[in-house]
């Protein structure tokens, strides 16, 4: 097996992986597992310090005193390397998505923690976001001693993060049991590619899907299979072209937008789990996955594992306001 590459260790591992029965009876499908990488930290909560454990041990070792990366303005990944990098003794740049480029009129949520650990935040517009990769690379040449972390740490250094989780995961479930799916939210793509690449490494033969959060399935794909590529270049030995779907059949109305039924299962999921799940990503997959238990996917027998990705933060820049009056009028 090939070796693990360096890591700063900042996540607190492993999580824990627990069974939810309540919403196992509640929802009639199969039991629930869901693995809690909400818990790698507090500030440092959720898949992206999986990561970054991986693009830091490089950062540092590189000599680079300046970590320069981007996302959209209550991007997870963002506060995540804020944090990280208060932590470490780094300076942090971030570029920050928002619909006209500018900065918003109100601090909250991963933004606000963003700017409380102290990351420099420049704002750009969508346009100027597709160029996102030029746009960190003349960051980091004009700083000198810097580190680029592409778009949600998701390459071949940062999916090491998911390669290790694998390794842990493949312990804590019951001895003999295979889930029906490894299910989880899906975006810029390393997460489920270091899964894919974890359960290759082991053998270990799982279904994983990744529910995309807004991008079409073909879009998450190429992102996937590109991140694979280059770690097969890297690591050598055959590029994994299996083991993994993707599916968008619950993007609903896009990234970053939440329909009121969506809403009303993530709150239906808080009730009946003690668990936070965030609009944009892990409630959106936590809707998809009721929503396959009801077509009959998923069935009593099953195991299945909920892979809970962090977010809760955002929870604070949402307005439940609607969400709540239709549920407790
Ligand atoms: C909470 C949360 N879950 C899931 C994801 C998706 O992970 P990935 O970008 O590795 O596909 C993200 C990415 O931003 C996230 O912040």
Redesign the pocket.
């Known amino acids: 097996m090939d070796p693990m590459p360096p890591s700063v260790a900042l996540a607190r591992l492993p999580t824990p992986l627990e069974p939810y029965d309540r919403l196992s009876e509640e929802w009639g499908g199969p039991r629930i597992w869901v693995k809690r990488d909400d818990l790698t930290g507090f500030g440092l909560s959720?898949?992206?310090v999986r990561?970054l454990d991986h693009h830091l041990a490089a950062a540092l070792a590189d000599g680079a005193r300046t970590v320069v990366t981007c996302?959209a303005v209550q991007?997870?990944?963002c506060r995540a390397t804020a944090i990280a990098c208060a932590r470490l003794g780094l300076r942090c740049i971030v570029y920050l998505r928002s619909p006209d480029g500018r900065r918003p009129d109100v601090l909250s949520g991963n933004h606000l923690l963003q700017v409380l650990a102290g990351a420099e935040c420049r704002f750009i517009d969508p346009a100027t976001y597709e160029r996102r990769d030029e746009v960190l690379a003349d960051a980091a040449a004009a700083e000198g001693n810097a580190w680029v972390i592409p778009?949600?740490?998701?390459d071949a250094i940062?999916m090491w993060g998911?390669v290790e989780a694998m390794e842990e995961a493949a312990t804590q479930l019951p001895s003999g049991s295979t889930p029906a799916a490894l299910w989880?939210?899906?975006?810029?793509?390393?997460?489920?590619?270091?899964m894919v690449w974890g359960a290759d490494r082991l053998g270990w033969t799982v279904p994983i899907v990744?529910c995309s959060?807004g991008d079409p399935a073909a879009e998450?794909d190429r992102?996937i299979r590109a991140i694979l590529a280059d770690a097969a270049a890297i690591h050598g030995g055959p590029i994994p072209e299996a083991g993994w779907e993707s599916t968008d059949a619950y993007v609903g109305d896009g990234y970053g937008t939440a329909s009121s039924e969506e809403m009303a299962c993530i709150v239906e999921a808080t009730r009946l789990t003690g668990l936070l799940f965030?609009p944009?990503?892990?409630g959106k997959?936590m809707f998809g996955l009721r929503e396959e238990i009801r077509k009959g996917r998923f069935g009593p027998g099953d195991d299945v594992v909920f892979w809970h990705?962090?977010?809760g933060f955002?929870t604070f820049a949402w307005d439940w306001t609607d969400a709540l009056t239709r549920l407790d009028p």
């Open positions: 959720g898949n992206k990561k996302g991007s997870n990944h778009e949600g740490a998701s940062g998911f989880h939210a899906a975006s810029s793509g390393g997460t489920t590619a270091g990744g959060v998450l992102r965030d944009t990503y892990t997959a990705t962090g977010g955002a």
